[in-house]
């Protein structure tokens, strides 16, 4: 009970701090100064003493969307095994129902954009919710293949039995459910090459124009709620492949875990200073590829598991 | 308990009375409440068959030589309970809603209730397909009741009029054969009969394909996204969110329970047959723009899912993993449950729709949250239980299906290894693209700015109408937070089909194989969350009204409701990434200046996604029964010589045979 709720602590406070050591490593790598890892949080609280707006002709599902999206987040945070693999909530959830979570809040900001009834409310709510129509089937896949060996799609269940067996991580099924999660991951949390999070250009854009309406403690929450969802994906991405130390003393496994989802982080960030975004069109085309990854993973795990 | 089921026959049998002899004035209210009447008594007589309390009847006089057997066992229960549920809502809708309908309509409505009703109390050869014929020509008749008014009803009549009577002669095909071969035809000895062989996969194909075209079921559903938008929304309930279930009750009854199972390619054919359904279904739905055909092609879709559980748990049983079996069998039952309350829900939001603005088009409707806000709520929820996602009630049905699908791999042969990834992988895309074609169908449909004049002048449903789809609502969500209670119901039905062990409900837990789910706690969680959040909000922003503010215009003025997004620009991304599968048809005429080929006069642009296996199967084969009846026609020019020369060659051929032969 203690483990789930100081996770949920840890993620809610932790995830900005994550958004900006981010774009502190991208800075750094571009050779610009950076605004520093607290930027993010100080934005969050300029966000929440602004006025709340109501734009014209927007109804209760504008104004429930962040808030479903943040409670989605946060009680994914209380499943996951990120520092515990004993949630008091985690026989309630397990890996399809995360994934289900995480989908309706993407599906109530989708909602909340073609609310306002603008073009760019619109159009990002179209983009987002096909990127998540090639998402989920990749992330099922995945979560297919990690489940065989222990039995069980409960995460607590899955980070236990890697726990016990590190060395099972390296096995061909693991690897290519690794690559396969990083890049739905990538999809999900809206990063490059997928979509670009500093992004305001119409042709591009996906996420950004979905909220282009909200402003103030509105957008203060899906701010916080997207670097949630990123810190939670990491942590999954984490706990499923390398949860050392989550069997440690609870102060001991956050701060592990908090490594964990910042050298992860990091490494994501590096990664996009390197690349450029892809054409809208072109996405597809890298979800299939992960989807196949996916689907190799289960068929290898089919032969591994026989011998 | 006897009586219940004979009360809800004799309250249809009211109801219909009801519908013809009063005044129009208060005809639809009499009928409707005896109809609701006898729906709630078939649910419970449907729940006490479930429990085990079943009914059976035997009135030799009824009917010349076969006379009429039926019985409501568990599995029937099953269904019967299910249509109940759906009937009861369907006729407290009615009541507002087939005020002005015509007489004969409002007549037939029981009377195909009744039919509904009585297909799964069947108990041999010859009664069942009386009932089936009897609920076929019920519903034939009540979709072409707006023939009048629209002359798409009449093409839509036709499809359905040929395939479900295609359907009925492979069903009576594969019965008669069966019970010919068994000696008898009440289905106690057609189970004790042991057919084996040949026959036996004749029978199995042939029944399987008559089943699967009242299923809705790719490539024999063209019939149903025509046939259940034309008729009038209640009775698109009924079709869609009862009559559907027969088709997957007959492959129940005639493959698991009578035939007994079978090798395991048969289920395999049933399973790649929802396979296919279910992500045809879908994509077809995501690029409607008509609510009624979206909803009709998200039936195709469901009915697929619930195939791929019944495949599944014929090829499990057939492998000799019981347990397997089990919770396959009984996850498609609770998603036939689950379907049947929300798309009875959709339905008659959908219906609610359109008797507010009078069209179905989602490109022309928009804005109905503020003068329509209880159907708004209403679709809302049933768009949530549509799209797979917790806290809906499909999610757990389809979280069942998916234990079932993924619990066969260490142990289940070659084929297990092949087909389970790829159903798993057609679940998963059907999840993920049901989501986007019910976020399309809200949020399109029913939140921004009106797109049309009909949807700026649309007003809410009258009373009864907002009842029937309460009601409707109601057992979404009780489905949806309790299906530990619905769960040991469907199991006694599995186990009557399949001896084994399937999914259990422990308290609030739902447990299959090793994993768990308890959809109350989260939905609790979130509940709590929102709450939470909410209050912490209203701290920090110190009660701030929120102020009204201009939406982000480019600074280009107000905009019209032309610049939003359509239900058709919403689903364009989708159509392109399937571009391949969809074949969308485009066209774009260009029209210039007669005084210069530079100067564009107009642009027609159109576009449309037909149904392609409609297009490339249905096509040809029209075309073909087209020339050969034209060729025929070559037979017959009208010349009496002739007629008499075709007479005496049949003769002297019979004659001919009859020498040979004998």
Redesign the interface.
Known sequence: MIGAAAQVVLIGVGSPFLVGLMRQVRARLEGRAGAGIAQPMRDLRKL?RK???????T???FRAAP??L???A??VA?VGPFATTDSP?D????L??VT??L??GT?AL??GG??????????G???E??V??????T???AV?AL??R?????LG?IAASVAEDPLSVISPVSLLAAVALIIVTVAETGRIPVDNPATHLELTMIHEAMV??Y?G?DLA?IEWASAMRLTVLLGLFAGLFTPWGITLALPLALAVFALKVAVLGALLAAAEVFMAKLR??RV?ELLAGS?LLA?LA??A??FL??A | MNLLFPGALALCALASLLASIPPARVRSALAGTALAGAGAAALAAGAAAMAGRTWSAWLPDLLPLAGVRLELDALGGLFTAVTGGVITAAAIYSIGYARHAPRTAQILVPLFAAALLLVPAAASVSTFLLLWELMAIASLLLVLADHRARPAVRSAGVWYAVLTHLGLVAILGGLVAFAAAAGGESFAELRRADAGGALAIGVFLATFAGFASKAGIVPLHVWLPRAHPEAPSHVSALMSAAMVNMGIYGIVRVGLDLLGGGPRWWWLVVLAAGALSALHGILQAAVASDLKRLLGYSTTENMGLVLIGVGAAGFFEASGERALAALALAAALLHVINHAAFKTLLFLAAGSVLHGTGTRDLDALGGLRERMPLTTIVFALGALCASALPPGNAFVSEWLMLQSLIRSLPDGGVSAAVVMPLAVAAVALTAGLSAATFVKALGTGFLARPRSAEAERAHEAPPSMLAGMALAGAACVALALGPTLVLPGVAEVTGQVLPGRGPAADGAYLRAAASSLSPVLIAAALAVTVAALLAVLRALALRRARRAARLWDCGAGPMTARMEYTATSFAEPLQRVFDDVLAPESDVEVTHVKESAYLVNRVRFQAAVPDRIEHRLYAPAIALADRVGRASRELANGSVHRYVGYGFAAFAVTLIVLAVTS
Do not use: C, K, Y
Not at chain 1, 51 to 57: D, T, Y
């Open positions: 929440l006025e709340p707006i109501a734009p014209h002709g109804g209760w599902l808030l479903v943040a409670a989605t946060l009680v209380a909530l026989p309630a959830a397990d399809f129902a289900a979570l989908a309706l599906v989708a909602l073609l609310d306002t009834g603008t073009a760019f409310g619109g159009m709510a179209s983009r919710m096909t998540m129509a090639l998402v989920e089937p992330i099922l896949l297919f489940s065989i222990v039995g069980s799609t409960n269940q282009l309406e402003a403690p929450l809208l069109f597809p989807f689907l289960v068929a795990s089919f598991e026989r």
